[in-house]
């Protein structure tokens, strides 16, 4: 079956119910989208599915077929960071890191939707991604000074 993965046309002869998870990371060799409790609670794994924020530790592979994926390796925009990127990195966000491609991931897409947020939309669009390490005071100010920069680009 065939998928678009970060704008690339990849065909996979696989199990077409293995994890969208296991086929970037294990098959395509993609390791920045991350395992985390494997049934859909942490948003470790999160990737976007046609621009939607999707677990991709729950999503069987045939699911996705025919349309557009796109990983962490695939939201900068050419040599440029995603402002979300930008901002994490500016804000200092991780601590071990392991939560964060799901962490930006889905900032990205909720961004791409509310492009003005106040501060209880982003703690509602991010509460469903946990992280262990508590970073969750820098990860709501970067969310904001994300949503900041991309107003100043429009
Ligand atoms: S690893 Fe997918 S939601 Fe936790
Ligand atoms: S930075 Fe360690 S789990 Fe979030």
């Not at 993609?30 to 990737?47: D, E, N």
């Not at 990983?71 to 964060?100: K, Y």
Request: hydrophobic share 40%.
């Amino acid at each position: 079956m065939k998928i678009i993965l970060n704008g690339e046309s990849i065909n996979l002869d696989i199990d077409p119910e293995t994890p969208l998870v296991w086929a970037i990371r294990d098959h395509i060799g993609l390791t920045g989208t991350k395992f985390g409790c494997g049934g859909g609670y942490c948003g470790a794994c999160t990737v976007h599915v046609d621009g939607q924020a999707t677990r991709s530790c729950i999503t069987p592979l045939e699911t996705v077929a025919d349309k557009a994926v796109t990983t962490i390796e695939g939201l900068p925009d050419g040599a440029d960071l995603h402002p979300v990127q930008t901002a994490f990195l500016e804000h200092q966000v991780p601590q071990c890191s392991w939560c964060m491609t799901g962490q930006m991931m889905t900032a990205a897409a909720f961004l791409a939707e509310n492009a003005s947020p106040n501060e209880a939309e982003i703690v509602s669009a991010m509460g469903q991604n946990y992280c262990r390490c508590g970073c969750y005071v820098r990860i709501k100010a970067a969310v904001a000074a994300a949503a900041e920069m991309m107003q100043e680009d429009a």
